[in-house]
């Protein structure tokens, strides 16, 4: 079942209930059962997700506040600035020289 299937499915009541209708039960059981584990790996993902998040702002936080109890700004940490790269000179277009 493709990816397009699956959202028709599950933006549209009357569509779910047509694909049900080629399901057996024991089918749809099963189905919901797997829909139910997917869910909530989902959700503990999302959690973790975050966890993770919030764990980076509280160390970011941490951070601003050791840099300016030290009297440091980021301009401070950036002493030099950074080389610019020489790139490679654009191509020369041959109709153009004739």
């Known amino acids: 079942m ?7 499915i599950a933006r549209n009541k009357n569509v779910a209930r047509a694909a049900a209708r080629q399901l057996s039960m024991e089918q749809l059981h099963k189905l ?9 790996q ?3 993902e999302d959690q973790k997700r975050q966890a993770e998040e919030a764990a980076k702002e ?3 936080a941490e951070i601003r506040e050791a840099m ?3 009297g440091l700004s980021l301009d401070d940490l950036m ?3 950074p080389r610019k790269r020489r ?5 020369k277009d041959k109709e153009r020289q004739q």
Do not use: C, M, W, Y
């Open 79 to 81: 002493s030099e600035q």
């Open 2 to 8: 493709s990816t397009e299937t699956l959202e028709r």
């Open 68 to 70: 300016n109890d030290a």
């Open 42 to 44: 989902k959700q503990q």
């Open 87 to 91: 790139g490679r000179p654009p191509k």
């Open 32 to 40: 919901s059962e797997v829909i139910g584990e997917v869910i909530e």
């Open 58 to 60: 509280r160390k970011l």
